[in-house]
């Protein structure tokens, strides 16, 4: 959290990365995954958070190939609408 906070508060706010953070109920991380999303909040970071069911396998990964890849590719979405 002190790190964070420090690269926040260093970093102008149009040069925060967006965050995209997902996990399943499952998950043995999921307390990490849902601190990690509750400091975004606090810090007003931008970010989408997915909780979802299933655990940290293939079978999880592949259930959501589908939206990663349209969430990554996004910016190269509007670009190429813009050109």
Do not use: K, M
């Given at each position: 959290?002190g790190?964070?906070?420090?690269?926040?508060?260093?970093?102008?706010?149009?040069?925060?990365?967006?965050?995209?953070?997902?996990?399943?109920?499952d998950?043995?991380?999921?307390?990490?995954?849902?601190?990690?999303?509750?400091?975004?909040?606090?810090?007003?970071?931008?970010?989408?958070?997915?909780?979802?069911?299933?655990?940290?396998?293939?079978?999880?990964?592949?259930?959501?190939?589908?939206?990663?890849?349209?969430?990554?590719?996004?910016?190269?979405?509007?670009?190429?609408?813009?050109?």
């Open positions: 959290g790190q964070l906070l420090g690269w926040v508060s260093q970093t102008p706010a149009d040069d925060l990365p967006l965050f995209f953070i997902d996990i399943g109920q998950d043995r991380e999921w307390a990490s995954a849902q601190s990690f999303a509750d400091l975004l909040d606090a810090f007003n970071i931008p970010h989408e958070w997915y909780l979802f069911q299933g655990e940290h396998n293939d079978t999880y990964w592949r259930a959501h190939l589908e939206q990663y890849l349209l969430w990554y590719s996004q910016e190269w979405q509007v670009r190429s609408i813009l050109q």
